[in-house]
């Protein structure tokens, strides 16, 4: 496996194999977790998908898999996504793809998370790929400021950048904004977490902590299984 495209397909295919019929499997955004989903409705099993995108249920719904809404189920078997980042004890960042809060919505509500990706997404320390931080539209350039704030607490004097996109800030399927700080380098990514989450305005942020009981990683000899 020699390119990042064909190391996202192996590890989407392989995840695609953890799912049994009656799950209910929470469905992740982003280039990697299409693989997954591809994969999935290649395997034609009877099972109910919670998308965390819009992107991702219409790719579902093309491949007939049976959608349901995160607050209809009463429990999400497994959800598998990719990242941008992983640490050490599968610590991550995620929200490239700008659905961070429905992602970390499914993936809180689910028994078991899988994450995937190709080589390039491991790290000995998170920080080098920008960390998303969504934010409220109303009074966004205040909410920034006050970011700015709680990143210095942490030692990261970095200023975060507003997505845009096309010359207009990108929206969220939920209608917010997104911040991205080019921290470089995360010392303590639970205590930024904290500091983040305390700023009014700030919906949540792309450091998923704690979350992922396994990674499945695309190398070039194959998939490696990765766990805390």
């Known amino acids: 496996m020699s390119t990042a495209d064909d190391q996202k397909r192996a590890a989407g295919e392989a995840a695609a194999a953890l799912v049994e019929n009656g799950m209910t499997v929470g469905l992740g955004t982003g280039s990697t977790a299409a693989w997954f989903v591809k994969a999935l409705g290649a ?123 096309d010359g207009a800030p990108v929206k969220t399927d939920g209608g917010n904004l997104i911040y991205d700080a080019a921290c470089g380098r995360i010392e303590d990514p639970a205590q930024l977490a904290d500091a983040l989450k305390s700023v009014t305005g700030v919906v949540d942020h792309g450091l998923f902590l704690d979350l992922a009981d396994m990674a499945l990683v695309g190398t070039p000899d194959g998939v490696v299984t990765l766990e805390p």
Do not use: N, Y
């Open 43 to 165: 395997r034609g099993l009877d099972i109910v998908g919670v998308p965390t995108s819009l992107a991702t249920a219409q790719l579902a719904e093309s491949l007939g898999i049976r959608l349901g809404e995160l607050g209809q189920v009463r429990s999400i078997d497994l959800t598998v996504d990719g990242a941008d980042e992983i640490g050490p004890a599968l610590s991550l960042i995620k929200g490239g793809g700008a659905a961070l809060l429905r992602e970390k919505l499914v993936w809180e509500a689910s028994k078991r998370c899988v994450v995937i990706a190709d080589a390039e997404k491991r790290v000995a320390q998170l920080g080098k790929f920008p960390l998303p931080i969504e934010v409220v539209a109303f009074g966004h350039e205040t909410t920034m400021l006050r970011i700015c704030d709680a990143l210095a607490e942490c030692d990261l004097g970095v200023a975060p950048r507003l997505r845009v996109k």
